[in-house]
């Protein structure tokens, strides 16, 4: 089964030499996505700001992809401070939405520059 890469100047670029995504068959790989702008300008501020900044990010890249968070099967947040988590929730409940929620993970970490990083694994075969 071929893959094929996304990058996309719609969301910010990635931090490295990496993809926004790979497609591989049903399957799609997201990639971190931080609180950033498409410029690569950092999104600064309260936490709530930068969530919602880094999950417009992921949420562009399945778009791109041909797809959308919806999907998701699997969703990776990483918080540089795990006191977030409740507030994280909440806003993650209006990017992930539907009766069957994707599987999760979320960790502390210790992020530099920026407060929240999350990537996903989407499915869209039948």
Do not use: C, W
Request: glycine fraction near 8%; aromatic fraction near 8%; proline fraction near 7%.
């Amino acid at each position: 089964m071929p893959k094929r890469a996304v990058i996309t100047d719609k969301a910010a670029p990635a931090g490295g030499p990496y993809s926004h995504a790979v497609i591989a068959g049903d399957t799609i790989y997201l990639a971190g996505a931080i609180p950033a702008l498409p410029d690569g300008t950092r999104v600064t501020g309260t936490f709530a700001e930068q969530a919602h900044a880094a999950f417009r990010n992921l949420a562009i890249v399945a778009e791109e992809a041909g797809a959308s968070l919806d999907d998701a099967v699997r969703v990776g947040v990483y918080l540089r401070d795990f006191a977030d988590f409740p507030e994280m929730n909440e806003i993650y409940r209006e990017y992930i939405k539907g009766d069957h929620l994707p599987v999760r993970t979320t960790l502390p970490v210790p992020l530099v520059g920026f407060d929240i990083e999350i990537d996903a694994i989407l499915y869209t075969g039948e």
